[in-house]
């Protein structure tokens, strides 16, 4: 204590008046917090490891320099067991939630922002807190690798598997240790894995902004560990739908650091957390069964059951580990007992549903004589204040004015100033410091509520600008981030204006259609209770398997026939809103084929100038469909084709450009060329993919409602240039039968 006053007197350069002990927490490092002559308090901690003690001031100093939220360290005593760090005051984000934990879940709108800001500030961390970072300095190992790995899952073993009398062979077990081991260490590991990320190890302040705490045990690894390990963090009962919603609120932030595969993310999500969750029962069996503490013992439970829904929701992939983890959860000792829902202790009133959700048929919120003309363009502007506001072409009066000064301006630094926002030493030098993205997390909020709800009312133009001192620097940085983060998400077309440097630029309509309103026929009896789009294969729909593939290569705005069990469609998107803006094309009076289904969403389609992607909801592939569309924009029709062997080929000349169709078995051939040597022609099977330009929606005027977009393409091919596309390698698989779902689940797994 002598030293700890010491170190305190040297920074303070007086004694201290008081030294109040803090509460524990699970290591054996003490905190005091200390108090001078003035107000102003400093936290005192006292260590037994040097090499933790050094790892968590490396840290807090190389965070504060990239002004992340954590506590910093304000002096070190000369042995390294002592160090004073700022005060972050005595509230916990545990703390602050314990209303709604004690009700089981019941979280209120406070509570749920608070979770909302702790995950969305999850990434910064992750991938900024990496950048420059010594791993060397972390404690007690640099990065996550085998030996931990195997350490703790031999720790779940020991610690609690064996306490429960479970009969095991020890040989299978292990064999299945090693495929997780193996599966884990595959995930990319580049960022700062905080490891024991939990809501006691974030503290807030006056205003309700997180910090982070104890990230002193952190090393390089998944990012998905961390979500893991909060998310399922076993006293805090978060419902599904609490958890999803902060999925999508950390997933959205990382995106503005790094390429994210959903796919593979949510692969290892559950990898991490089948990892974490063995992990901490291995510690509650050590605390509660051999260490006797009650505190752990209380924690089985709610552990038990997220290992429990984990199991049932495939979450476990290794057959013997899966079987032996089953038998555990069905132990008499770990039955769940019925949990009544339970009131606010604390009187806040929760939602936990809706009270009432809209119909259709309802209208929207509000009218206005604007309302239905879409499609919706968006306008962004970057300007200099000194030159005025730009003017609204639109006489709509303008739309969001921002101002950028308030954030750290690169033009005052001489290799920057003869720079702009689009070059990379003025957006490393932004992204690096931190305050922009601090900045434009506001903004992207503003900005997606209210494109979404223009798309929503159809209303034509939006207008957003960016204002610095001089338009060259923090306002052409925004602006440009903004209209790709709008064009991404929801694919509608946006015209960028960098006005004081002469810069331009469209970003065309992304959209797609998706065939789904079919009868499913092949597939029965399935298809006798449910839509062919929600026929399950490797554990989503088939409508997600596409809408996930689409929007992957940034196509956000999608359109769905319907039909067959329209209403189960219609209601899984409203649940699974998948990010993206989702329209139908209401088939339900009749089944109008796939040329019909077309000319039948022709209006939702049309402003698509540039063309749109149409994919059928039971074609599986590898196709690069980022690679495709930029091919296919060439042309007003592009047909995704095979080598693949079967009876009935498309036929293409020397070029590519389709000429005809045959069945290689009955010998019929179908051309508009009478003269058309079918053996000079390239066979191709078409893929159920294809691309087509606007341009083609007046030939519909020469067909009935309902009839075949090959027939379509045939008939008009001698009018019309219409192309095939061959990707080398492709993998396709048609989901056509009942007895070919095991086929795709295993085929699934191969793209």
Same mark, same amino acid.
């Given at each position: 204590m002598e030293q700890l006053? =010491?170190?305190?007197?040297?920074?303070?350069?007086?004694?201290?008046?008081?030294?109040?002990?803090?509460?524990?927490?699970?290591?054996?490092?003490?905190?005091?917090?200390?108090?001078?002559?003035?107000?102003?308090?400093?936290?005192?901690?006292?260590?037994?490891?040097?090499?933790?003690?050094?790892?968590?001031?490396?840290? %807090?100093?190389?965070?504060?320099?990239?002004?992340?939220?954590?506590?910093?360290?304000?002096?070190?005593?000369?042995?390294?067991?002592?160090?004073? @760090?700022?005060?972050?005051?005595?509230?916990?984000?545990? @703390?602050?939630?314990?209303?709604?934990?004690?009700?089981?879940?019941?979280?209120?709108?406070?509570?749920?922002?608070?979770?909302?800001?702790?995950?969305?500030?999850?990434?910064?961390?992750?991938?900024?807190?990496?950048?420059?970072?010594d791993f060397s300095n972390c404690y007690p190992q640099e990065g996550l690798d085998a030996t931990n790995v195997l350490f703790d899952l031999n720790y779940f073993k020991y610690c609690f598997l064996k306490a429960t009398g479970l009969d095991f062979h020890e040989l299978k077990l292990e064999a299945s240790f =090693?495929?997780?081991?193996? $599966?884990?260490? %595959?995930?990319?590991?580049?960022?700062?894995?905080?490891? $024991?990320?939990?809501?006691?190890?974030?503290?807030?302040?006056?205003n309700n902004n997180p910090y982070f705490i104890d990230f002193q045990g952190g090393r390089r690894g998944p990012v998905q560990y961390d979500v893991a390990s909060f998310l399922w963090q076993a006293s805090a009962n978060y419902p599904d739908v609490l958890r999803q919603e902060l999925i999508s609120v950390y997933l959205k932030h990382?995106?503005?650091?790094?390429?994210?595969?959903?796919?593979e993310f949510y692969r290892g999500l559950r990898l991490c957390l089948l990892f974490r969750l063995l992990q901490v029962l291995g510690a509650y069996g050590f605390r509660g069964y051999f260490e006797r503490k009650s505190h752990f013992l209380n924690s089985i439970p709610p552990?038990?059951?997220?290992?429990?829904?984990?199991? $049932?929701?495939?979450?476990?992939?290794?057959?013997?580990?899966?079987?032996?983890?089953?038998?555990?959860?069905?132990?008499?000792?770990?039955?769940?007992?019925?949990?009544?829902?339970?009131?606010?202790?604390?009187?806040?009133?929760?939602?936990? %549903?809706?009270?009432?959700?809209?119909?259709?048929?309802?209208?929207?919120?509000?009218?206005?004589?604007?309302?239905?003309?879409?499609?919706l363009v968006v306008n962004v502007w970057s300007f200099s204040f000194r030159k005025g506001i730009p003017a609204d072409p639109s006489g709509n009066g303008g739309g969001y004015v921002f101002d950028c000064r308030s954030t750290h301006n690169p033009g005052r630094y001489e290799p920057y100033k003869n720079l702009t926002g689009l070059d990379e030493p003025v957006i490393r030098f932004l992204e690096d410091d931190g305050e922009i993205l601090t900045f434009l997390e506001s903004v992207y909020r503003l900005a997606d509520a209210h494109?979404?709800?223009?798309?929503?009312?159809?209303?034509?133009?939006?207008?957003f600008c960016f204002g610095c001192t001089g338009g060259q620097h923090r306002s052409v940085y925004s602006a440009q981030h903004l209209a790709e983060h709008i064009h991404n998400k929801f694919g509608v077309e946006v015209h960028v204006h960098h006005r004081e440097q002469g810069v331009e630029q469209i970003l065309s309509p992304v959209r797609a259609m998706i065939f789904a309103a079919g009868l499913g026929t092949r597939l029965k009896p399935l298809t006798n209770s449910m839509p062919k789009a929600l026929v399950p294969v490797d554990g989503k729909p088939l409508l997600q398997h596409q809408l996930e593939k689409i929007r992957s290569f940034g196509c956000r705005d999608v359109v769905i026939n319907v039909h067959h069990f329209a209403d189960m469609i219609e209601q899984w998107v409203k649940n699974n809103p998948m990010d993206m803006s989702i329209r139908f094309s209401d088939e339900r009076a009749e089944l109008l084929d796939t040329g019909g289904g077309i000319k039948h969403a022709a209006s939702m389609l049309e402003g698509a100038s540039d063309g749109f992607l149409i994919h059928n909801v039971d074609i599986l592939?590898?196709?690069?469909?980022?690679?495709?569309?930029?091919?296919?924009?060439?042309?007003?029709?592009?047909?995704?084709?095979?080598?693949? %062997?079967?009876?009935?080929?498309?036929?293409?000349?020397?070029?590519?450009?389709?000429?005809g169709w045959t069945n290689v078995v009955t010998g019929q051939v179908r051309s508009p060329y009478p003269d058309l040597d079918v053996s000079k022609c390239n066979k191709l099977a078409f893929a159920g993919v294809h691309y087509m330009k606007p341009t083609l929606f007046g030939y519909f005027d020469e067909w009935p409602l309902k009839f075949g977009i090959i027939d379509f393409y045939l008939k008009i091919c001698d009018r019309v240039p219409i192309y095939g596309y061959v990707q080398p390698g492709l993998k396709?698989? $048609?989901?056509?039968?009942?007895?070919?779902?095991? =086929?795709?689940?295993?085929?699934?797994e191969t793209l």
């Amino acid at each position: 204590m002598e030293q700890l006053l =010491q170190l305190y007197k040297s920074y303070a350069h007086e004694n201290a008046l008081s030294c109040t002990p803090l509460p524990g927490a699970g290591s054996n490092r003490k905190y005091y917090r200390l108090r001078g002559s003035s107000a102003k308090t400093v936290v005192g901690v006292v260590g037994t490891s040097r090499d933790e003690n050094h790892a968590f001031c490396y840290l %807090s100093q190389h965070f504060s320099e990239r002004r992340l939220p954590v506590p910093k360290v304000l002096a070190v005593s000369s042995d390294g067991l002592r160090y004073l @760090q700022t005060d972050l005051g005595d509230l916990t984000l545990f @703390q602050a939630l314990e209303g709604g934990r004690l009700a089981h879940g019941r979280y209120n709108q406070h509570e749920r922002q608070l979770l909302r800001n702790t995950m969305a500030l999850l990434p910064s961390i992750q991938i900024r807190g990496a950048r420059g970072l010594d791993f060397s300095n972390c404690y007690p190992q640099e990065g996550l690798d085998a030996t931990n790995v195997l350490f703790d899952l031999n720790y779940f073993k020991y610690c609690f598997l064996k306490a429960t009398g479970l009969d095991f062979h020890e040989l299978k077990l292990e064999a299945s240790f =090693q495929l997780l081991v193996k $599966d884990i260490l %595959s995930l990319p590991a580049d960022a700062f894995m905080y490891r $024991d990320f939990q809501a006691r190890n974030v503290m807030l302040d006056a205003n309700n902004n997180p910090y982070f705490i104890d990230f002193q045990g952190g090393r390089r690894g998944p990012v998905q560990y961390d979500v893991a390990s909060f998310l399922w963090q076993a006293s805090a009962n978060y419902p599904d739908v609490l958890r999803q919603e902060l999925i999508s609120v950390y997933l959205k932030h990382l995106k503005l650091y790094v390429e994210v595969n959903e796919k593979e993310f949510y692969r290892g999500l559950r990898l991490c957390l089948l990892f974490r969750l063995l992990q901490v029962l291995g510690a509650y069996g050590f605390r509660g069964y051999f260490e006797r503490k009650s505190h752990f013992l209380n924690s089985i439970p709610p552990a038990m059951r997220n290992l429990r829904q984990l199991l $049932d929701d495939g979450g476990c992939p290794y057959p013997y580990l899966h079987d032996v983890l089953s038998r555990m959860v069905d132990l008499p000792q770990f039955q769940p007992e019925e949990e009544k829902p339970q009131p606010r202790a604390d009187g806040y009133r929760t939602a936990p %549903s809706t009270p009432y959700t809209a119909h259709p048929q309802d209208g929207p919120a509000t009218f206005s004589k604007y309302d239905g003309r879409g499609p919706l363009v968006v306008n962004v502007w970057s300007f200099s204040f000194r030159k005025g506001i730009p003017a609204d072409p639109s006489g709509n009066g303008g739309g969001y004015v921002f101002d950028c000064r308030s954030t750290h301006n690169p033009g005052r630094y001489e290799p920057y100033k003869n720079l702009t926002g689009l070059d990379e030493p003025v957006i490393r030098f932004l992204e690096d410091d931190g305050e922009i993205l601090t900045f434009l997390e506001s903004v992207y909020r503003l900005a997606d509520a209210h494109v979404l709800r223009y798309i929503q009312r159809g209303f034509t133009s939006l207008m957003f600008c960016f204002g610095c001192t001089g338009g060259q620097h923090r306002s052409v940085y925004s602006a440009q981030h903004l209209a790709e983060h709008i064009h991404n998400k929801f694919g509608v077309e946006v015209h960028v204006h960098h006005r004081e440097q002469g810069v331009e630029q469209i970003l065309s309509p992304v959209r797609a259609m998706i065939f789904a309103a079919g009868l499913g026929t092949r597939l029965k009896p399935l298809t006798n209770s449910m839509p062919k789009a929600l026929v399950p294969v490797d554990g989503k729909p088939l409508l997600q398997h596409q809408l996930e593939k689409i929007r992957s290569f940034g196509c956000r705005d999608v359109v769905i026939n319907v039909h067959h069990f329209a209403d189960m469609i219609e209601q899984w998107v409203k649940n699974n809103p998948m990010d993206m803006s989702i329209r139908f094309s209401d088939e339900r009076a009749e089944l109008l084929d796939t040329g019909g289904g077309i000319k039948h969403a022709a209006s939702m389609l049309e402003g698509a100038s540039d063309g749109f992607l149409i994919h059928n909801v039971d074609i599986l592939s590898n196709v690069d469909l980022r690679q495709f569309v930029q091919a296919a924009s060439l042309h007003d029709a592009t047909l995704l084709v095979s080598e693949r %062997s079967t009876q009935r080929y498309l036929l293409f000349d020397e070029d590519l450009r389709l000429v005809g169709w045959t069945n290689v078995v009955t010998g019929q051939v179908r051309s508009p060329y009478p003269d058309l040597d079918v053996s000079k022609c390239n066979k191709l099977a078409f893929a159920g993919v294809h691309y087509m330009k606007p341009t083609l929606f007046g030939y519909f005027d020469e067909w009935p409602l309902k009839f075949g977009i090959i027939d379509f393409y045939l008939k008009i091919c001698d009018r019309v240039p219409i192309y095939g596309y061959v990707q080398p390698g492709l993998k396709i698989m $048609d989901v056509g039968k009942s007895d070919t779902l095991q =086929q795709a689940d295993r085929f699934v797994e191969t793209l």
